[in-house]
């Protein structure tokens, strides 16, 4: 096992396409990559790394949503002609990638070229799209990804009650418990304020993303950590914003059309607008792992507290009407979590699942020190589970060799967790690349590592620089305190972005 299974990315050359417009402001458009049909993948960029507050859009992860991929281009080029935002100064930068699937967009397909859509795909990062785009946000390191769609309106089970959806723009933040970024609650309140006030003062509609389900249930999206809004900011620790503009049908004049990207666009001014407001939060950077956080790393859907109106459009008649949703099901359900260790050791064999945690960036170390470390293996299970995992078998002294030790203490080490637990709903496990379920006696395919004295890698969190570590960063001490019992452990409910129940069967605090 001499062969390196963890390598750095290698990135594709830079390739400016125009000169930069001024010593201040720094503006050049790069082929970041190409798609399986050879279109090559834009990013156009305004302000460099050095900015100090960095915003990103993507557009046209889908090619059957041209809209949302112009509204980034004008909502760019605006910024970088300078006839918007002329507040504008030089330590915020802006980066667009209008069009992440163009071979989709030539086709005017959801999925790219290879059939696959690259909205559920950035938890493996199987298709060339997306692993550009990763490789892109790791090295631009964003405060803010925004990422834009459209929705379609005119939904089969609505028309049948004369209904069609109404929002010019529907706003969603990440949705998943497991994600954690420096902004909290209020903040996110203010984002959704925040928008929805501009867009309604410049004669749009708003409301926050909602899939209504021909079941009659409605919810905020989906929880998947493989989509752009979830995957990106659990994998980075950055807030993200979803916004779906209306898809215009087939049957929208020039006008309709027009309307949704002169709204999106208007909504990517917003979100730009308030991150400036709230620069000083969200260049803090992602929250540094504490020592045993849980992490959920299953969740669902649970009825929230009260029923909430949602505005539909009447097709006969042009009128909205305000309907009471009794099956929405709004608040976040955490099924099962586990307590973050210091690392996780992977099987050196286990290539594929390697190659994943490469291609996101992460670094392993293949020399674990010593041939002792306290590890915990952790229990087998499925997403049945419930409540926080157990640890039931105490930690014990494991030999490392034959194993790669991805620390939790790298950027967005976090995600580690969720990508690793073997009862994780979107973990490795679930598309089999953690290998088959290990047999007594054999070498398990991940196990925890809890104490025996190992380093934290040199990989700082955003702003730090390599070698810097934050006072009391984790695992700068030495022994770590023993696992708390069970009824010691804190209960899963807070989080950032939603209010969150409690776990089903969680110890009472
Ligand atoms: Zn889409």
């Known amino acids: 096992m001499n062969a390196p299974l963890v390598h750095a990315p290698q990135p594709t050359r830079p390739e400016p396409a125009s000169a930069p417009a001024g010593p201040a402001r720094e503006v050049r458009r790069e082929v970041l990559g190409r798609t399986p049909e050879g279109r090559s993948i834009e990013a156009w960029v305004l ?56 071979d989709g967009a030539a086709r005017h397909t959801r999925r790219n070229a290879l059939g696959n859509d690259l909205n559920r795909d950035h938890l493996l990062l199987e298709n060339p799209e997306t692993r550009t785009l990763h490789r892109f946000l790791r ?30 723009v529907q706003v969603g933040t990440p949705t998943h418990p497991a994600v954690r970024t420096s902004l909290g609650v209020p903040e996110v309140e203010e984002l959704y304020s925040a928008l929805g006030t501009s867009l309604a003062r410049a004669g749009y509609r708003s409301g926050r993303y909602t899939l209504f389900r021909p079941s009659g249930r409605s919810r905020p999206g989906t929880q998947h950590v493989v989509d752009a809004r979830n995957g990106i900011a659990l994998r980075y620790g950055i807030p ?33 607008a308030w991150a400036r407001d709230h620069r000083s939060v969200l260049v803090r950077g992602p929250p540094i792992p504490r020592r045993e956080e849980p992490v959920a790393v299953d969740a669902g859907w649970g009825p ?68 002792r470390a306290l590890v915990e293996v952790p229990r087998t299970g499925t997403s049945r589970d419930r409540g926080l995992l157990p640890h039931a078998i105490p930690p014990e002294e494991f030999d490392l060799d034959g194993y790669v030790v991805y620390s939790v203490h790298q950027w967005g080490g976090r995600a580690l967790a969720v990508w690793l637990e073997p009862s994780s709903r979107y973990g490795l496990a679930r598309w089999d690349l953690l290998g088959e379920t290990p047999a007594p006696g054999h070498r398990p395919a991940v196990v925890r590592v809890v104490g025996g004295g190992y380093p934290v890698p040199p990989v700082p969190p955003p702003g730090l620089e390599p070698g ?29 972005l939603l209010r969150f129940a409690e776990p089903a069967g969680a110890p009472a605090p």
Do not use: K
């Open 47 to 102: 302000g460099g790394r050095s900015a100090e507050l960095r915003i990103a859009a993507i557009g046209g992860q889908h090619g059957d949503e041209p809209w949302g991929s112009e509204a980034v281009r004008r909502w760019w080029g605006g910024r970088a002609a300078g006839t918007r935002a002329p507040e504008a100064d030089a330590d915020v930068g802006i980066a667009a990638i209008p069009s992440l699937n163009p």
């Open 468 to 496: 810097q570590r934050r006072p009391g960063a984790w695992g700068e001490g030495a022994t770590p305190p023993p696992f708390p019992g069970r009824a010691e452990r804190p209960p899963i409910v807070e989080t950032n």
């Open 240 to 272: 993200t914003v979803l916004l779906e503009g209306r898809d215009p049908g087939r049957g929208g004049t020039e006008s309709d059309r027009e309307r949704t990207v002169t709204a999106q666009q208007r909504a990517l001014e917003a979100v730009e």
């Open 139 to 168: 090295a631009y390191r964003p405060h803010l990804v925004v990422d834009v769609h459209n929705y379609p309106a005119r939904r089969r089970h609505l028309l049948a009650r004369g209904w069609e959806i109404d929002p010019d």
């Open 304 to 371: 929230g507290a009260s029923t909430p109106e949602f505005v539909f459009r009447r097709t006969s008649s042009g009128d909205r009407v305000s309907v009471p949703w009794p099956a929405h099901r709004g608040e976040v359900l955490v099924r099962s979590s586990v307590l973050l260790p210091r690392a996780y050791a992977v099987r050196a064999d286990l290539v594929a699942a390697h190659r994943v945690l490469a291609d996101h960036g992460f670094e392993g170390d293949r020399d674990a020190p010593g041939p």
